[in-house]
């Protein structure tokens, strides 16, 4: 085995190397066959790295504690889902997933129908440099298949925070993001190299960058709703240095997915396109260089300076790699750039949409880095915690949200503002109406209901645009009004799979926007058969109860709820104390409905008959989680359909004429 | 008299949040020592009698910026908030110079009387399902 895991990682270097040198001699002589034996050394990466990832899976699942990775991270009383779940666990095994998910991305791209492609061979070598970074890091830092010295009886055991379904999704669907934006890197950096100035990297990479924008969208989401139900302190998203790391690529890719479009239909901001794509795949370099390097506290650091040390060579090597290829060929790209026909113009609104969603980025980046940049430039320490994000990010995310209400009601190369104005009155009318209702409610809070407002103006924008797109769709086919929107929203995947994300960036929203401003806690020692009130609801403690299970200590706590006086039934928070693990764990109660969580720790005890519980009622939390579904199914839709934009330059000539 | 101050008085809630706790502010208090010892500290000096604002200097006093969690006055408080509106605007700047670069002035184009439709969803949405018809049809 020790053999095996081992000669794996060694050859996936050597193979790596050899796939290089064989895409460069092939290049150079042009010959078919170099090229040839180089895809056969990707195929061969995606087999050597699967031989050593099922391999430390079956270590895991076996309990082989002669392996140092298996000791640290698992033991025998580990349920077997948690003991396969901690192959990405600690450092070494999540870079062996890594190297594993990248070889199987590339051995996708270079078995596709684009094979023959010109740009592969470059392609193919990027991401193969990618994979040797990670089995070389993997040899020389972190090696999986590492024994110990002397077999430990049994292992350490997984972190109990690491023990939910959440570390399950999370983490890999983080590095599916991660890793699938190496594919649009690659080709774009191909494209460069090759100076095709032309779209086509981005028709070929735009499934690849949905791709890895869901799994992005995917992993932080799921990341959220790990925290909250883990944590246990009442939140979803603390700002921390590694949760910003893995927003900072989201945001720049999705300003990069509204970008492309301008450039597929007017063949311009190809700097800039090309600049973003580099960004966005340095910055998923630069998260995991942040939770390796342990430079900065966090929830997820598995520190380790070293191999903190191997990222920063690396991100380096690629930032000025990139610099060097698109500043070599800047001036053929600024050639055949088409103009904008109008200040006024969805050209012109996605510009802005790009300027809000990077400014959104350095400011979480500058925020994240500026404790470090403190002390080295002025020696003050200073903390830069969740409520500098939120003032900060606060007003940069309602314009972002008021921009996706007035974008898609701009046309395209030059908007008639009298048009606009009447097609912005409805949407207008609502978000102002929500403002009328919620101050008439009584709700308190003027940013919140800005806010709300806000997000009910972009959604009303967007229920517009589809009640628009089915009534033009029945006018034009007499269809009934269902068949008319199904067949809108199947026959144009690529809009209403974008509109469908926008509706789920507004439930989410106010999901933020609410339990942000409208969450309540208290803390309360009470003595059991005595109740606790807030708001709606009153929890009555019955009693404390202690059993064992898996060797484990359990301490439940009982407790009745009502709502508005009405018995819902039993909450039961607990505390677990790991055999293995010197903290005792909180497993949070949950009571969702559409409106609001009820949130119930149980925080300390005298006695089994007086307990300290701390009760939080979250409103709109579930629509977080909702929104975040939307979202998923809105890429997903766009992801499947979408025309190639010369089936769209059609349209538009052949409009031209008829309107001519 | 003074109030007696608890973890759930809005006062308290208003200086707890501003503290980093040497990390340890959004660990969750049953589980965190360090969390624990700065509530039963704040809550103390608020029944003994301290301002928010005496209370929050103590701790400034004590360990620096770094007791708060967002960056304080000085220079460094101020570069770290005035940063990222200077980026907006430093990028605004950019953003418009850019367009007014890459807009072509045409002061005699009159597109918007060559559309007949009333919206650019509509007209898409039409030439769209136009096309479907045509190729049902040819």
Redesign the interface.
Known sequence: MYLIGNISIYLGIVISLYGIIANIVGVKKKSSKWIESARGAVLSLAFVASIASFLLLYLLGTSQFQYKYVASYTNESLSMAYKLTAFWAGNAGSLLLWAFLLALYATMVVFSKEKKNPMMPYVSSILMVNILFFFTVMALNSNPFEMTDKIPADGKGLNPMLQNPGMILHPVTLYMGYVGLAVPFAFGIAALILKRMDSEWIKLTRRWTLLAWLFLTLGNVIGGWWAYIE???G?YW?W?PVENASFLPWLTVSAFLHSVMIQERKN?LKTWNVSLIILSFILTLFGTFLVRSGIL?S?HAFGDNNLGTYFLVFMAFMMLFSLYIVMTRYGLIKKD?S?????FS?E?SF??N??IL??AA??VF??TM?PLI?ETF?G?????????FN??MAP?LLVLIVLMGICP?I??????FE?FMK?MLWPLAMGVATAIILFVFGVNGIYAIIGLSATSFMFGTHLQ?FA??IS??R???KENILKAAFK?TV??QR?YGGYIVHIGIAVIAVGVISSHTYST????TVDAGDSIKTGDYSLKFNKLTEHTKNGNGIVVADIDVMYKGKDIGKIKPE?IFYETWP????EVAIKTNWSQDLYV????WESKDKV?F?VKVNPFVSWIWMGGIIMVIGTAFALIGGRPTTFRHQ?NK???RV?? | MTTAF???SKEF?QII??L?MQ?H???????CSVKKIYYDEVVEMLNGGKSEPEIIQSYVDEY???A?????G????W???G??AA??GI??VI?GV??RK???K?AE?K??T???W????????????????RRKLF
Request: zero cysteines; charged letters at 20%.
């Open positions: 944590l246990g302190w939140g603390a921390d311009m506290t929830v750039s103009p904008i026909e109008a200040y969805k012109s510009l802005l790009n300027l990077v400014a350095f400011a500058w925020g500026y403190s002025t003050t320490k200073v903390n830069v915690g969740a409520p500098y003032k900060v940069i009601l046309a395209w190369q030059k908007a008639v048009k097609n645009e628009r797109g033009a769709r006018k034009a086919t809108l026959k144009n809009r806690e208290v803390l309360k505390k903290e005792p764990s909180t720790v149980l925080s300390s300290t701390m349209i052949g409009i031209s309107g001519g | 608890t973890y759930n809630r949040g501003q980093d990390g502010a959004d660990h969750e208090l049953s589980t620096g910026q770094a708060l969690r967002t960056p304080g000085g220079t460094s408080g570069i770290a908030w940063m990222p980026g907006v990028g605004s953003v850019w367009l890459l807009t072509v045409k184009s597109l918007e060559k559309a007949a009333n919206s650019e969803v509509e007209k898409e949405i039409a030439a769209k399902t136009f096309d479907e018809e």
